[in-house]
């Protein structure tokens, strides 16, 4: 009978008077969990965040990829005769060139590639034609600036950095969403549970009232008995009433984490199967201590701040040496009338052409990497500083959750209790009352402190869930205490 009251106080308040088809769909705590991590709206859009950060390690390492360039020129030149000699000197030329250029991880820049150019005309002695040509191999090697970190390993290692953060914070949203959902939870079976107490409240209240109106017909009790016992009714049908409007907001609380289409849900009502209870939890202060800076994504994701901005740091030192590159470059020529025989003496390699040397580029001033350098530094240090100042709030934060865990779980004992003290003296007022040794104003009263002490006890039982929850939450052990296995894809 219970079960079916319990239907009829959700239904109520939804429905309005409108006749609408509800549908109970009795859900575990498990099984809240499931469902939000699959169609909670706050994980699905924080999914995207690692894949973004993946396609951007991956576009970091796009320096790397070689390049083909080539090129195809023909131009043609007229220098007028001069007054000793009226031909024109006509000339024709071809160029064509083709190159691989690239940069390996070590800093080491190359440059693979050949040319050949064609000159072809005539002149005041005549025609003239000749072919020249080269392939040859580039290499430039940084060895002070850009020698162990350039921009380019900066992005690479950087974006590495920010591919860990984002999956940390795809982890704290998990979490962060798991346990609203407990609260969620708890809360609806909070509000489930505080309506049937209402309605044992307006039950006794509407007991009373019956009672008292048959004593007064037998004249054995004034009619102001009555009418106190009238105000409870209609007192206590007001609580119930926004007990059970509580009840319908909850189950919009625990939807809008479980749902990415609230259309699905509009004619279901959740049932919760789980009973809150108060099992013993073993509360340690210093191992939630060390499990919580160990654990705790937001954490996690400072001190991987911190290391990319060493990185920085690194980088930003490195750009205040001068730039001094070694150069080289090693290939065969070849000259001859035509194309054919040009490209006959590259292939014969017996015109080799090298060159070897340094570049040195010396900033006058170099202000701006200096600054560079002491704004990141300092950026660094104060990070550092917001990650001990991270380190202090987590461990305050984790002994409040600790010791209010502790409080809950030593009120849910006090107020059972409360409640089997407040049932026997209603018990005892309500046998006085009937042998003529009370009356209702003192019956009512213990009423009122009956379903206070109810009330009291199952909000007890919820905080004290509620604490455990937040309590994971603080250590970050909240798959653990849930049975989740997290994996990046």
């Given amino acids: 009978m219970s079960r079916l009251i319990l239907v009829f106080v959700a239904l109520w308040p939804l429905t309005n008077g409108a006749q609408t088809n509800f549908t109970m769909r009795p859900l575990s705590l498990k099984d809240c969990i499931e469902i939000a991590l699959k169609h909670n709206l706050e994980i699905k859009v924080q999914r995207y965040e690692p894949q973004i950060a993946r396609l951007n390690v991956a576009l970091a390492y796009a320096d790397y990829e070689p390049t083909l360039a080539s090129s195809g020129i023909r131009s043609k030149r007229t220098d007028a005769g001069n007054s000793s000699n009226a031909v024109d000197t006509i000339t024709k030329e071809e160029t064509f060139n083709a190159n ?28 003239f034609e000749s072919t020249s040509g080269e392939v040859s191999l580039e290499l430039r090697q940084p060895l002070l600036r850009n020698s162990w970190i350039d921009i380019t390993r900066l992005t690479i290692q950087t974006s590495k950095k920010l591919l ?11 979490m962060a969403t798991v346990t609203s959902v407990e609260l969620a939870y708890y809360d609806l079976k909070l509000a489930q549970q505080n309506v049937s107490v209402q309605e044992q409240a307006l039950k006794l209240a509407e007991e009373l009232l019956s009672a008292n109106r048959q004593r007064v017909e037998q004249g054995v009790l004034a009619p102001l008995d009555e009418k106190q016992a009238e105000s409870q009714v209609a007192a206590q049908r007001a609580i119930l009433l926004v007990a059970q409007r509580l009840l319908a907001a909850q189950q919009n609380v625990l939807k809008s984490l479980l749902s990415d289409d609230m259309s699905e849900w509009r004619d279901i009502l959740i049932e919760p199967v789980d009973e809150m209870s108060a099992s013993p939890a073993a509360v340690d202060r210093e191992g939630s201590w060390t499990r919580g800076l160990t654990l705790r994504p937001d954490l996690l994701q400072a001190r991987l701040e911190v290391e990319r901005l060493g990185l920085v740091v690194k980088y930003n030192r490195n750009q ?38 340094a570049i040195l580029s010396v900033p006058l001033g170099n202000r701006a990497a200096r600054s560079n350098y002491r704004i990141t530094k300092a950026e660094q240090q104060q990070a550092l500083v917001e990650l001990q100042q ?100």
């Fill in 320 to 357: 205040l040496y001068p730039q001094l590159d070694l150069v080289g470059s090693y290939g065969f020529a070849g000259t001859e009338r035509e194309y054919s025989g040009a490209f006959r003496n590259i292939g014969r390699a017996n015109s080799p052409v090298y060159s070897y040397g």
């Fill in 100 to 127: 691989i250029i690239g940069l390996l991880p070590t800093g080491l820049s190359y440059d693979l590639g050949g040319g050949i150019s064609g000159n072809r005309g005539t002149d005041p002695n005549g025609r």
């Fill in 390 to 489: 991270l380190e202090q709030n987590i461990m305050l934060q984790i002994e409040d959750v600790v010791n209010l865990a502790r409080t809950n779980f030593e009120r849910v004992g006090a107020t059972h209790d409360a409640r089997l003290f407040a049932e026997s003296a209603l018990e005892a007022e309500q046998s006085k009352l009937e042998n003529g040794r009370s009356t209702s104003f003192f019956v009512l009263q213990l009423q009122r402190d009956l379903t206070a002490a109810r009330t009291a006890e199952i909000q007890a039982l919820a905080d004290y869930n509620k604490a455990l929850a937040n309590l994971a939450l603080r250590e970050g052990t909240v798959f653990e205490r849930n049975k989740i296995t997290f994996e990046n894809e």
């Fill in 164 to 174: 860990k953060i984002s999956e940390l914070n795809l982890r704290q949203q998990i």
